[in-house]
């Protein structure tokens, strides 16, 4: 079986499964080194347009961050203190109140956010079942 197998298949496959090993072994150690050493060649990238995604990207974080703190005082201060003996009507009035100044309404994605986690956590905490029709037409009242 053994006589099948010439020296330059054997070199190859051996040069081949020590390559492999020793990508295997830098990917696994240096992960966060080879990541930095990319980031910093596309970050270097072309001029103002690298600074343009620099821009963007704070300013995503900044929504998501916002948009978790807006959510998490909603459960809070809504939510929760209403309990289980409330109206719609009264939790729409209170999230009108709440979301006046929240300037993450005019982005499609922070209201598909806000509509879904209202769905789930006013049938979960309150009893209370929201339509996402409804809650577009608080956010429709509120842009204006």
Known sequence: MLSGITWE???????LLA???YILVMILYYR????????KKTRQGIGPISMVTDKHAKNSFSRVD???K???NIR?????KAGKDVSKAELLKELKVKLTNYEGLHQPACRVAITNFMIKE???LCGVVLSEE???SVWETLLR
Do not use: N, P
């Not at 966060?32 to 980031?39: G, Q, R, Y």
């Not at 809070?76 to 929760?80: R, Y």
């Open 9 to 15: 298949d054997f070199i190859t496959g051996t040069g």
């Open 19 to 21: 390559i492999s090993y």
């Open 32 to 39: 966060a080194d080879i990541k930095e050493i990319l980031m």
């Open 66 to 68: 916002e948009l978790e």
């Open 70 to 72: 807006v959510v998490s």
């Open 76 to 80: 809070g201060s809504i939510l929760e």
């Open 122 to 124: 006013t049938k979960e």
């Open 134 to 136: 409804e809650l577009e």
